[in-house]
């Protein structure tokens, strides 16, 4: 298995760079039950119904290898680290819901037309986890010794890496269609419309890995700008994107220390600002959300 992904604290140094992850090893188990069943109500009135529950999780902790580009040098074109196993035993494989069941009704009319309905429950979908975050990389700040992040505490970990298990959903379809047939020939046409209630739901998505580790912390130090807490240990830290001139600020209480910091709050507050000589003043910027109450 591998992927390609824009990366940031996964080889040596700070920067961020071209990463190809290699995923050797792995082993996968899909365990399940399917049952299906139709009946006829009427000679023209039909009942369906369909039930698959299943088990579709990683079994072993493969072997990762990462290439960086930016380690790369006249004499190393091609810097390949390994990263040793990343432990995905028991996490879900991604891609489709675990639980699916769904009921329908159709009409037949003798007259060649026919109208149905259909309402499944999508369950069990989970989100695509990362290899990377989940090696001693990204727990480990000193791998000579085996010395993990301060504040990197169990609980703070496994509540990092949970996987995300997105929300079932319940969708209701319609579908109906006539045929005629005209000497020889039969003709006919159908139509359906799926989602009809126009629900909004995820169906995939894939845990950020460009974050590998987290000793590259720099909390926010602005002259005139404070950066201070009101409850817990944590302070907003600085970041860029791409380049150094492309930077944001962000908070995450990852490394708090759940038994003496069950909260935190902090505020990074700026410099007074004068608009004394100025009108119709307007404050944009742009934020995210992530892993809040589940959330990403």
């Known amino acids: 298995m591998r992927g390609v992904f824009d990366g940031e604290a996964v080889g040596a140094g700070n920067e961020d760079s071209f990463i190809s992850e290699i995923v050797t090893g792995i082993n996968k188990r899909n365990m399940g039950l399917e049952l299906g069943l139709e009946y006829n109500l009427t000679s023209t009135i039909k009942v369906t119904g369909t039930a698959a529950y299943g088990e579709y999780i990683f079994d072993n902790n493969p072997n990762l290898k990462v290439n960086d580009d930016a380690q790369a040098s006249t004499t190393n074109s091609n810097p390949v680290t390994d990263f040793g196993k990343t432990y995905l035993k028991n996490y879900k494989v991604s891609g489709a819901p675990q639980q699916a069941y769904s009921a329908g009704l159709?009409?037949?009319?003798?007259?060649?037309?026919?109208?149905?309905?259909?309402?499944?429950?999508?369950?069990?979908?989970?989100?695509?986890?990362?290899?990377?975050?989940?090696?001693?990389?990204?727990?480990?700040?000193?791998?000579?010794?085996?010395?993990?992040?301060?504040?990197?505490?169990?609980?703070?970990?496994?509540?990092?890496?949970?996987?995300?298990?997105?929300?079932?959903?319940?969708?209701?379809?319609?579908?109906?269609?006539?045929?005629?047939?005209?000497?020889?020939?039969?003709?006919?046409?159908?139509?359906?419309?799926?989602?009809v209630f126009d629900l909004v739901y995820k169906t995939g998505g894939f845990e950020q890995s460009r974050k590998a580790s987290g000793a590259t912390e720099v909390p926010i130090a602005i002259e005139g700008w404070s950066n201070f807490n009101t409850l817990g240990s944590r302070v907003w830290i600085g970041k860029y994107f791409s380049s150094e001139s492309n930077r944001y600020t962000e908070f995450s209480s990852f490394y708090s220390d759940a038994s003496n910091d069950p909260a935190d709050e902090t505020w990074l507050i700026t410099s007074k600002l004068d608009f004394t000589a100025t009108a119709n003043e307007a404050l944009s910027f742009r934020s995210k959300t992530r892993f809040a109450n589940g959330l990403d």
């Open 106 to 195: 159709e009409y037949r009319d003798p007259k060649f037309w026919w109208v149905g309905a259909n309402v499944n429950y999508l369950a069990d979908s989970y989100i695509d986890v990362s290899s990377i975050l989940r090696t001693t990389n990204f727990v480990v700040e000193d791998n000579a010794t085996g010395v993990g992040f301060e504040n990197g505490s169990n609980a703070a970990v496994s509540k990092a890496l949970k996987q995300e298990k997105f929300d079932p959903i319940t969708l209701v379809n319609l579908v109906g269609g006539k045929s005629w047939k005209i000497k020889n020939d039969t003709f006919g046409f159908f139509a359906s419309v799926n989602n």
